[in-house]
């Protein structure tokens, strides 16, 4: 008797590549073993997700413009530990491309393409002052905390 997999979502709450790396790691992994899977990008997360690459002046407040800046995308994520002046995730991708290991790029991609379901966190977005049309296509929707839980509610919630 084998007992039905728990569906899995992944909270993004990093910008960091390695982190955000990992979670598109689990999430495709997990899809392709017929797991339903979400994702939840939020406040340094949401770098990951944002359409326009490079430093960007988006929002209207300046603490939102200055923010949205610094982040610059998801070409600008830093690594954790020994980023080295912002080299360093070149240099893994670098590495990952040498060992054939899927760049976040392409994980992106493959997330998108094995159904997985990119959700934005409203609250994050309002905070940053970004809109629906500055994040790539792949997002599905923007949503609240309560409307997350609620369809979370029957499987494993993953902090990354």
Do not use: Y
Request: some cysteine; charged content about 20%.
């Amino acid at each position: 008797m084998s007992e039905s997999k728990k569906d899995i979502t992944i909270v993004c709450f990093s910008g960091d590549f390695d982190k955000i790396l990992a979670a598109f790691t689990m999430a495709t992994g997990a899809a392709a073993t017929n797991r339903k899977v979400t994702m939840f990008f939020t406040f340094w997360g949401l770098n990951v997700l944002k359409k326009e690459q490079g430093r960007k002046w988006l929002g209207q407040g300046v603490m939102a413009k200055v923010f949205n800046f610094l982040m610059g995308g998801c070409k600008n994520l830093p690594l954790s530990r020994l980023n080295f002046g912002g080299i360093s995730p070149s240099l893994m991708t670098g590495m990952m491309k040498k060992h054939n290991v899927a760049t976040l790029p392409e994980l992106i991609e493959a997330a998108h393409a094995l159904g997985i379901r990119i959700l934005a966190c409203e609250m994050a977005l309002h905070i940053l002052e970004l809109e629906r049309d500055d994040l790539i296509e792949e997002v599905a929707d923007v949503v609240g905390v309560a409307t997350f839980l609620n369809a979370s509610e029957n499987g494993h919630i993953i902090f990354v």
